[in-house]
């Protein structure tokens, strides 16, 4: 699992036919203290999250595990909202 933030949104009108009525979010890796990091990715939402929220984010077979993904082409889903991190030195 990644904690990411969520900075973008992306409409694709040509896709999938397995991906219609799904939302695609642009999120930015991030690590416990919020510091960006790695590389920008897609994901599709499974949870109503947001631009600016932290979320949870499973990549590769993990992503299709997600609710209703099972036969989908996607290989990074959103699948928690973050309330709090804390995080002890």
Known sequence: M?????????????KDPRLVSSKL???????PRGKA????????????AGVGETVLIVSGSSARMASGLKECP????????????EVED
């Open 25 to 31: 979010l642009i999120a930015r890796p991030m690590d």
């Open 74 to 85: 996607v290989d990074a889903a959103v699948i928690g909202i973050v309330d709090n991190v």
């Open 2 to 14: 990644l904690l990411a933030k969520i900075v973008g949104t992306v409409v694709a009108t040509r």
């Open 37 to 48: 990091e790695g590389s920008y990715l897609v994901a599709i939402d499974t949870v109503d």
